[in-house]
């Protein structure tokens, strides 16, 4: 009976999917499950072909997992934030890594240009969307069950898959765009790929993968791009293209131009799309060479280049400040059979504007007009005068802006407003108040409050608050009401200038000025008050700052501990950090580490080794700062088992040591005579530095050259150049303290271990044993020297017979 079922199903006609395809491999065998029912097929079926629907297990009926009620069958489900890429299969087919490293890699796709039989081209893979799907009721619901993805269960789901089936892929579409976040959205894609009777659109794939452009998800582009692969869909060099735009965002140039080679080995033939993103790569990656190389090879073949092409190499050419060649590519383009546009000029004349070239770019502007017919609009002067102020030439900038209203042009208000700005920040007010008063008398353009809290922000930086004041007024009297950035650039100047409790006053007076501050008008305010050494005041205005809901950073509040430990008020310190640390604010280990060493200065270690307790109960873990301050303070108060047993803590920890850290622990260890309890050994295999030689020196520094005689073997076992510095640091402190034997028996030590000690060092220790009566020891030293060619033997014997 089940035979015979199944014949009959076969002789059915295939199944179509919303692409208009046919779907053959489900005739192909009915031993296995085709890979179209696993992949689904398309919502809009005819009604017609719901029996068969039905029979297969498809139609009305619920999924597999589903019961009549709606209800899963299979408790356990996955959301689409829990669903890998491509399903754990692997992607070896289009794999990168396999690419070849030659250069010549980069231009193999254009061989395959003309050579490659023209595929049927997918009527669909273009899709314009008439309307504005985004506010179609099915897909608003989409994403609100979207955004309540975290707190998924079974019914969420289910009312996701029933949904699925009814979006047009138009809709689809729109819920792809609707995302905030491009990783939720491609997520979405790879759950809804995986979901039963359902099959993305040709569309679909694209609409992801103009997505992913936008973003560096260039990894996500790539599996998507193979997905369509999998699926059977037609790929054109556009979905290559978008894969290599998103490579090129993430700064993974090489991996950018190894999708050419994907490309060819899919047998797409390159077209001018293409070619235009591989150049604009190149030139982003500074390889202007292989660009133009490439566009050689471009018009070898056939591909004409257009404008875009030669843009991105006039860009290149600006980039690597050789504009000479630039202009001279402006002016070869019309024989090249394209003409210039805008953009090409207004490239150029952006690099130039950055040299403050104004002739040339006054060339360009009259060159632009009568060999091309581009005339200078009022877009050309709002692009000249705002990368002129960028640069730092206003002046330059208001000459464009006086030629552009001579012309006839309305200049806006914010092109006034950035010179403006240019002037103010060079503090050039009185020009700047100028400006401001011609705008006024013109009308149509009068300044806004944008323009006034520039100037306002320009005489608070040169310290002058009464006059930024009397703008404020000036500004009510033209109906222009101050907002929270003015007032925090005018309260900023006032606590710059020791006025932080007037600043004070007048913030607790904004409700009655209609204004509210900001975070930033807070922090404004602390650090007024913490300059001026009002740490109990800034501290005040934190605790307001929380309560209002603006929570500091660990810099701001670290500045702020740091003032208190100073102060050697680190108790309050503390309370304070715990304060906010339970009110929420982000405290890191760099606070925790700050008051420790306050606790340090004032000599209260074991309230610092409290607080280093206190960091593992919250999770807060030290790093080596933290263990270099507590070990410098126990070992500064002789407590050095301790400073021991917390170094080889920090060690277990895996925590690295620095060379601050070394010469922490070496000074405090030989200071205290203790040094075979020095845990250099266990330092020494993180990280390889002079750590014994740094011994030696600081004992010959202390005066201790007996005990720094004895480690003296450890350094002599690599003989190398640092190793005879410090011999001979040994060495002088045997001289100073009047044992020159004993520097002999260390130059002795270094000619046994092949380390020849220095001549001028040699005679002087010769003629300090002369001296002592060790005649025959300093014979022999000169002897050895002799010996190893160092000095001749002539001069010897003379010194010898005298």
């Given amino acids: 009976m089940l035979n015979l079922r199944l ?28 890979p179209s029912l696993r992949e689904g097929v398309s919502h809009r079926e005819d009604d017609h072909n719901s029996g068969e629907f039905t029979q297969l297990g498809f139609g009305k009926s619920p999924p597999l997992n589903v019961s009549e009620s709606g209800e899963i069958r299979n408790p356990s489900f996955n959301s689409f934030d829990e669903i890998d890429e491509l399903g754990g299969e692997e992607d070896d087919e289009e794999d990168e890594e396999s690419v070849d490293e030659r250069d010549d890699d980069d231009f193999a796709v254009l061989e395959s240009f003309g050579k490659i039989p023209r595929s049927r081209e997918d009527v669909n893979t273009r899709f314009e969307v008439e309307e504005d799907e985004s506010r179609h009721p099915l897909v608003r619901e989409t994403n609100r069950l979207i955004n309540l993805r975290s707190s998924w269960n079974p019914k969420h789901e289910g009312e996701m898959r029933n949904l699925l089936r009814s979006l047009k892929p138009s809709q689809v579409c729109a819920v792809l765009r609707s995302q905030d976040d491009e990783r939720v959205a491609l997520k979405f894609f790879y759950w809804a790929d995986r979901q039963w009777r359902y099959r993305h659109h040709p569309v679909v ?30 790929r054109t060099p556009k979905a290559f293209s978008l894969v290599m735009v998103s490579y090129s965002r993430a700064g993974q140039l090489r991996d950018a131009l190894k999708v050419l080679t994907l490309m060819q080995r899919a047998g797409v033939e390159p077209d001018l799309l293409v070619c235009n993103t591989a150049v604009d790569v190149f030139v982003r990656g500074n390889r202007l060479e292989k660009a133009l190389r490439f566009l050689e090879r471009m018009q070898v073949i056939g591909i004409v280049p257009d404008v875009v092409t030669y843009n991105c190499l006039i860009r290149g050419y600006c980039d690597l400040s050789r504009v000479e060649e630039a202009v001279e590519l402006l002016e070869e383009m019309p024989s090249k059979g394209c003409a210039p546009d805008k953009v090409s000029y207004y490239t150029v004349m952006g690099f130039l504007c950055k040299e403050k070239r104004i002739l040339e770019v006054r060339n360009l502007m009259e060159k632009m007009e009568k060999e091309h017919g581009l ?11 705002h990368m002129l102020t960028k640069h730092g030439h206003p002046d330059e900038a208001l000459l464009f802006l006086k030629e552009a209203e001579g012309k006839g042009f309305r200049i806006d ?75 925090t650039a005018l309260l900023n100047g006032m606590c710059r200038t020791g006025k932080s409790l007037e600043a004070r006053e007048m913030m607790n007076m ?15 305010l602390m650090h007024g008050f913490r300059r001026e050494g009002k740490l109990s005041e800034a501290c005040d205005v934190v605790r307001e700052m929380v ?50 060493h306050g606790f340090c200065q004032n000599d209260e270690i074991d309230a610092a080794l409290s607080l280093l307790d206190d960091m593992y109960l919250i999770n807060k873990h030290a790093d080596v700062f933290t263990y270099t301050t507590l070990v410098d303070a126990l070992g500064k108060k002789g407590r050095i088992e301790e400073a021991t047993k917390l170094t080889n803590k920090m060690l277990h920890k895996g925590i690295d040591p620095t060379p601050v850290t070394y010469r922490t622990v070496i000074h405090r260890y030989c200071q205290m005579g203790k040094v075979d309890d020095l845990v250099l050994e266990k330092m020494l295999l993180r990280q390889k530095c002079r750590t014994v030689n740094q011994v030696i020196e600081k004992l010959c520094g202390l005066g201790k050259l007996e005990e720094a005689d004895k480690i003296l073997g450890k350094v002599l076992r690599t003989a190398s150049t640092s190793d005879a510095k410090t011999c001979y640091v040994l060495m002088e402190g045997y001289l100073k303290k ?29 003629k300090r044993l002369v001296l002592e009566g060790k005649v025959e020891e300093a014979d022999q030293l000169m002897l050895r020297l002799v010996e190893r060619g160092r000095i001749s033997p002539i001069p010897l014997k003379q010194s010898m017979v005298s």
């Avoid at 700005?421 to 353009?445: P, Q, T």
């Avoid at 904004?510 to 404004?524: A, C, D, G, L, R």
């Avoid at 034997?741 to 005679?763: G, H, Q, T, W």
């Fill in 375 to 385: 005339v200078p609009d009022q877009v050309t002067y709002n692009n000249l005068i």
């Fill in 510 to 524: 904004s409700e009655e000025q209609w204004w509210s501050p900001n975070s930033i008008t807070y922090s404004v």
């Fill in 547 to 596: 309560l209002k809901g603006f929570f500091p950073g660990p810099v701001e509040i670290n500045l702020l501990l740091q003032s208190l430990c100073r102060d050697g008020r680190t108790h309050e310190a503390r309370k304070f950090m715990e304060e906010c640390l339970n009110k929420g604010c982000a405290i890191n280990v760099v606070n925790f580490t700050t008051v420790i």
């Fill in 7 to 34: 014949s009959r199903l076969l002789r059915r006609p295939l199944l179509r999917f919303s692409n208009g395809e046919t779907d053959a491999s489900i005739s192909t065998s009915s031993s296995e499950t085709p």
């Fill in 205 to 234: 794939y694209y609409s992801m993968l103009e997505a992913l452009s936008k973003t560096k998800l260039c990894q996500g582009a790539r599996r998507v791009l193979v997905l369509m692969k999998r699926r059977g869909v037609h």
């Fill in 413 to 487: 208000k914010v092109c006034y407003s950035v010179i403006v700005h240019g002037l103010c920040k060079e503090g050039r007010m009185s020009e700047a108040k100028d400006l401001i008063n011609e705008m006024l008398s013109k009308g149509h353009c009068p300044p806004d409050v944008v323009t006034y809290t520039t100037v306002v922000n320009g005489f608070c930086r040169l310290g002058e608050v009464d006059k930024a004041k009397k703008l404020l007024q000036v500004m009510h009297l033209h109906g222009y009401k101050p907002n929270t950035v003015s007032y």
């Fill in 738 to 766: 009047g044992a020159p034997l004993s520097a002999y028996k260390v130059a002795c030590r270094m000619f046994n271990r092949d380390l020849i000690p220095d001549v001028k060092m040699c005679e002087k220790l010769s």
